[in-house]
């Protein structure tokens, strides 16, 4: 009785191949759900170089450390943004504009209320001459009834 070698992939190899799919699926689900891969916070902690580059992003860029996240205050309608141009391009942001641009402009913001249907000219009517809208006709009768049977 001889003995035949096996012929083919191993298991060893199989395994191999099929845990190397795995993590790339897994990695591309990661992805589609958050957008980012996790790798870069992952080896922060054991890389310095990381934080050196943070720290050259944060110069660059003209955030500050005021809040100790790292992270400038969003821009208000009081403080507004700044326009300039940079590589040929408009920009508009509180960060990228600092004031050694010199086509850094302030704009000043102005606080919308959102879209907000255009009045008729039947409840604008109804607003001069002091006519009660049907909201306020069924509040009234609502608190009547709810008088009426207290007493």
Do not use: W
């Not at 809208?133 to 608190?143: G, H, L, R």
Request: aromatic share 4%.
């Amino acid at each position: 009785m001889s003995k035949q070698k096996q012929r083919g992939l191993s298991l060893i190899v199989v395994s191999l191949v099929s845990m190397s799919v795995a993590v790339i699926a897994m990695a591309f689900i990661y992805y589609l759900r958050n957008g980012h891969l996790p790798i870069p916070e992952f080896l922060q902690p054991f890389f310095t170089t990381a934080n050196a580059v943070s720290k050259d992003l944060k110069n660059a860029t003209g955030i500050g450390t005021s809040n100790g996240s790292g992270m400038r205050e969003a821009a208000t309608t009081a403080e507004g943004v700044r326009r300039c141009v940079i590589d040929g391009k408009t920009v508009y942001s509180d960060t990228l504009c600092t004031d050694k641009n010199p086509s850094t402009k302030k704009l000043k913001l102005n606080d919308a209320k959102g879209i907000e249907p255009p009045k008729s000219v039947a409840s604008q009517e109804k607003e001069k001459t002091g006519e009660m809208s049907e909201e306020q006709m069924k509040q009234k009768i609502m608190e009547q009834a709810v008088d009426g049977g207290k007493k």
